[in-house]
């Protein structure tokens, strides 16, 4: 496979073995491995992350293997940004794996088609590999998306990261008319505002956040399989962000093979893909959102944002 492949890991042995036993199965040209350093004061971190590079040293099979090591902890979102910048200094194009996605057999064959279709599309900001709502009906085998998941995507060095995606700067546009039109509700755009509100106080660590408003600026959209070809096997209290496992989150976001499943998710369909997706965001978040009004008027400051 000619597309260069950029995998995401830190401390987790385990899952980083499962990714690499399925990688190996497609024969990659050239691999970028991104690695945090191991935390201070944190216990059996250092060793945790030197067992999860030898695992990478020792099985991974490709004909280029390009390492791109921190020595301290950077952070899960500076991490990500600063060693996707590196990789896209020399590729036009990858695909981006952490260390919790495993990729379906037909992963690698949708992406890269996608990515050869949408090439000269400068409005399509990225090419997705999970579907959260698991299967959508729809004639095409893709969907196309305002929202962007992290969990197996691949992107163009052009519409890689700029310096607008700074919080700073993206705050300064919060109200922006046509933003608020693309988002369809000031409501939408209070929701995303809180988002990266809370990176820029250091109160969450999301790269993803801040790729997707940055989109959303630029009424940017992403193309999201028709069925779900990411295995997502890091959700839990290991995480770094996402403690809720998925299927209490979105439904059901395992790679689906039964077709029972599938008909029981066609209820999904009453309305778009992404009206659905802000039916199940909006109605998690009411707590943000009365918080951050709080916090507006004075009468939050002792209120911990979620």
């Keep these: 496979m000619n597309t260069s492949v950029a995998i995401v890991l830190y401390n987790r042995p385990h899952n980083t073995n499962k990714l690499i036993n399925k990688l190996n199965k497609f024969k990659l040209n050239k691999v970028y491995i991104i690695s945090d350093g191991p935390k201070k004061n944190y216990k059996n971190d250092f060793n945790l992350v030197k067992t999860t590079r030898t695992i990478v040293d020792k099985k991974l099979k490709a004909k280029k293997k390009i390492k791109i090591y921190s020595n301290k902890n950077l952070g899960l979102r500076k991490r990500i940004i600063t060693g996707l910048d590196k990789v896209f200094k020399y590729e036009e194009k990858a695909i981006i794996l952490e260390d919790d996605c495993i990729p379906s057999e037909e992963f690698f064959l949708f992406v890269n088609k996608m990515l050869k279709r949408f090439e000269k599309d400068k409005k399509i900001a990225s090419i997705l590999g999970s579907n959260y709502l698991s299967k959508w009906k729809t004639r095409n085998k893709y969907l196309i998306s305002k929202y962007f998941h992290p969990w197996g995507w691949a992107t163009w060095s052009d519409r890689w990261l700029k310096k607008e995606m700074d919080p700073k700067n993206l705050l300064k546009i919060k109200y922006n008319k046509q933003l608020i039109k693309y988002l369809g509700s000031f409501r939408a755009l209070l929701f995303w505002f809180i988002k990266i509100w809370q990176i820029k106080k250091n109160k969450k ?90 916090f507006k008027l004075g009468l939050g400051k002792e209120i911990k944002l979620l």
């Design 205 to 294: 660590n999301s790269w993803a956040y801040t790729w997707m408003y940055y989109n959303f600026i630029y009424t940017k959209k992403h193309i999201v399989p028709k069925f779900n070809l990411i295995d997502n096997i890091g959700m839990g209290e290991n995480s770094s962000n996402t403690k809720v496992l998925p299927y209490e989150y979105f439904g059901y976001t395992k790679i689906i093979k039964s077709k029972k499943i599938y008909n029981r998710l066609n209820k999904f369909n009453k309305n778009n893909f992404d009206e659905e997706i802000e039916n199940i965001v909006f109605s998690k978040n009411m707590k943000n959102r009365i918080v951050w009004f709080l």
